[in-house]
C-alpha cells in the first residue's frame, strides 16, 4: 500500500512540475500580449503608459554631471534639420524629464504664462524659448514647410490621377491620387477631400484594368482605395475614418515605410474583405465588354460592392479605426512614424495608446528607440473569463504540489519518537 501511493505521489509530483510553468506562460501571454485588452485604451492604461514615456525620456538624457541641456538642444535640432516638426515638439513637450531641476521649475513657469488653451502647447511654446533663436527659427520654418507638402497641388494630383506610375515599393506602383503626406482642410468641400486622397471610380476603373492585366499595380493600395471610395458614398463617421486610414495606408506603402509583416498582416485582411477569388472574375466581367465611361465606371464599382465579404470588411475597419485614431491624435506624417514599426494588430493597438498617452511624445519616442518604443505601452490586465480560470488552474496546482511535498515529507521522514523514562516507584 506505501509503496502504491509513493508512486502516485511520485507521478502527480512530476506532472505538476510540467503542467504549472504551461499554465503560467499561457497566462502571462494572454494577460500581456496585447491580445486581450480592447480596441478602445482604458484610462488606467493611459495613465501608466503616460508614465512609462516619461521614465524612458529621462533615461534618454544623460546622467553623472552630463550636460542634459545640451543633448536636449542637439536631439531637438537634429529632428527640425530632418523636418520632422511632430519629433521636434515631442521632444519639446519631454524637456521637464530631460533637463535639470533648475532648467524645469523655470520652464513650469513660463509655462504657466503662457496664453494658450492646451497645456501641451503652453508647455512647447515655454521650452521653445529656452532653445536659442536660430532653433526657434528651424521650427517655424520646419512647420510651414510640413505645411506646404500637407497641401497638394493641382498639377500633382493630375499627374497622381492619370495614371502615371510612382514606384513605392519592391517595383510595385501606386495606383493612387494622392500626395504622399496629404492633410486635407476641413473648409474643403466633402467631394475635393474624397477626390485628394482617394482620386475617383474612374481611376480605379483604369487600375483595375491594369491590376487584371498583370501590370505593376499595388493590390493593397488598389483593395483600400476601393473601399474607401466605397464608404465615402455613405456620409457618416465611419466611412470619413476610413478615408483617413486609407490615405495614411497609402502614404506610409508610397514610403516604402512598413514592415513585411504588416504587408502581409494587411494583405491578409483586405483579402478576407475582398476575396481575390471573387473580385477579379467580377472585375473581368465588369471591363470585359465595350461601354462608354460611365457605365464603365458603374460596374466596376458594383463589381467591387457585390465581392465585398461582410464578416472580413468588419474585421478590416477594427484596423482602420485604430490607424484613424493615429492620425488624429498627432498627423498624417507622425502617423506613419508609428506604424512604421507596427507588425500585427497587437502591435498597432500599441502604437493607438502611445498616441492616446503623449501625441507627439510617442513620435519623439518611437525616433528615439525604433521598434522598442511600442513596448513601452502597458496594456494593463484584462480579467477575462479564460484568464481567470486559468488563474484559478494555476493557483490549485499550486495548492496540490504543496499538498504532495507535505505527504511525501511526512512519509519519508519520521522523527525520532520521545522515550519515557520509568516513574522508578
Given at each position: 500500500m506505501d509503496k502504491s501511493s509513493g508512486w502516485m505521489q511520485a507521478v502527480v509530483f512530476n506532472s505538476l512540475l510540467i503542467l504549472m510553468p504551461v499554465i503560467a506562460a499561457q497566462s502571462l501571454t494572454m494577460a500581456f500580449s496585447g491580445e486581450s485588452f480592447s480596441d478602445s485604451p482604458t484610462i488606467e492604461s493611459i495613465d501608466q503608459t503616460r508614465r512609462n514615456m516619461d521614465?524612458?525620456?529621462?533615461?534618454?538624457?544623460?546622467?553623472?554631471?552630463?550636460?542634459?541641456?545640451?543633448?536636449?538642444h542637439d536631439i531637438v535640432e537634429r529632428e527640425l534639420t530632418d523636418m520632422d516638426v511632430a519629433a521636434a515638439r515631442g521632444f519639446l513637450l519631454a524637456a521637464p524629464q530631460m533637463l535639470d531641476r533648475d532648467s524645469v521649475r523655470e520652464l513650469e513657469?513660463?509655462?504657466?504664462?503662457?496664453?494658450?488653451?492646451?497645456?501641451?502647447?503652453?508647455m512647447a511654446a515655454a521650452a521653445l524659448r529656452k532653445l536659442?533663436?536660430?532653433?526657434?527659427?528651424?521650427?517655424?520654418?520646419?512647420?510651414?514647410?510640413?505645411?506646404?507638402?500637407?497641401?497638394p497641388s493641382a498639377s500633382a494630383i493630375i499627374e497622381d490621377t492619370d495614371g502615371t506610375e510612382n514606384v513605392?515599393?519592391?517595383?510595385?506602383?501606386?495606383?493612387?491620387?494622392?500626395?504622399?503626406?496629404?492633410?486635407?482642410?476641413?473648409?474643403a468641400r466633402p467631394s475635393d477631400r474624397r477626390f485628394v486622397l482617394l482620386g475617383t471610380f474612374a481611376d480605379l476603373a483604369n487600375n483595375s484594368e491594369r491590376w487584371l492585366r498583370g501590370d505593376r499595380v499595388d493590390p493593397i493600395t488598389l483593395k483600400i482605395t476601393a473601399l474607401a471610395l466605397i464608404g465615402a458614398d455613405t456620409p457618416d463617421g465611419?466611412?470619413?475614418?476610413?478615408?483617413?486610414?486609407?490615405?495614411?495606408?497609402?502614404?506610409?506603402?508610397?514610403?516604402?515605410?512598413?514592415?513585411?509583416?504588416?504587408?502581409a498582416y494587411l494583405k491578409g485582411r483586405l483579402n478576407n474583405a475582398l476575396p481575390d477569388d471573387v473580385l477579379r472574375p467580377a472585375l473581368e466581367e465588369a471591363l470585359g465588354k465595350l461601354a462608354t465611361t460611365s457605365v464603365r465606371v458603374d460596374r466596376v464599382r458594383n463589381a467591387y460592392l457585390d465581392s465585398?465579404?461582410?464578416?472580413?470588411?468588419?474585421?478590416?475597419?477594427?484596423?482602420?479605426?485604430?490607424?484613424?485614431?493615429?492620425g488624429m491624435l498627432t498627423s498624417t506624417p507622425a502617423a506613419i512614424t508609428l506604424i512604421e514599426h507596427v507588425k500585427d494588430s497587437p502591435d498597432l493597438r500599441r502604437a493607438r495608446l502611445l498616441a492616446e498617452a503623449g501625441g507627439d511624445r510617442s513620435v519623439a519616442l518611437v525616433k528615439q528607440d525604433g521598434p522598442g518604443a511600442l513596448r513601452i505601452a502597458d496594456t494593463g490586465i484584462k480579467w477575462t473569463r479564460q484568464l481567470m480560470l486559468q488563474v484559478l488552474g494555476l493557483t490549485a496546482s499550486g495548492l496540490a504540489l504543496l499538498y504532495v511535498m507535505i505527504a511525501t515529507f511526512r512519509r519519508n521522514v519520521r522523527l525520532p519518537k520521545k522515550s519515557v523514562e520509568p516513574s522508578g516507584i
Open positions: 521614465d524612458t525620456f529621462a533615461a534618454i538624457a544623460p546622467r553623472n554631471g552630463g550636460d542634459k541641456y545640451k543633448f536636449w513657469a513660463d509655462s504657466s504664462g503662457v496664453k494658450l488653451d492646451r497645456a501641451d502647447d503652453r536659442p533663436l536660430d532653433i526657434g527659427l528651424k521650427f517655424e520654418k520646419a512647420q510651414a514647410s510640413a505645411g506646404s507638402r500637407n497641401i513605392p515599393e519592391e517595383g510595385i506602383a501606386d495606383e493612387t491620387a494622392e500626395d504622399s503626406e496629404v492633410s486635407v482642410s476641413s473648409t465611419l466611412s470619413e475614418g476610413n478615408i483617413r486610414a486609407a490615405s495614411i495606408l497609402k502614404s506610409a506603402r508610397r514610403a516604402r515605410r512598413m514592415t513585411p509583416e504588416f504587408t465585398i465579404n461582410a464578416d472580413g470588411l468588419l474585421e478590416l475597419e477594427t484596423d482602420l479605426t485604430q490607424i484613424d485614431r493615429i
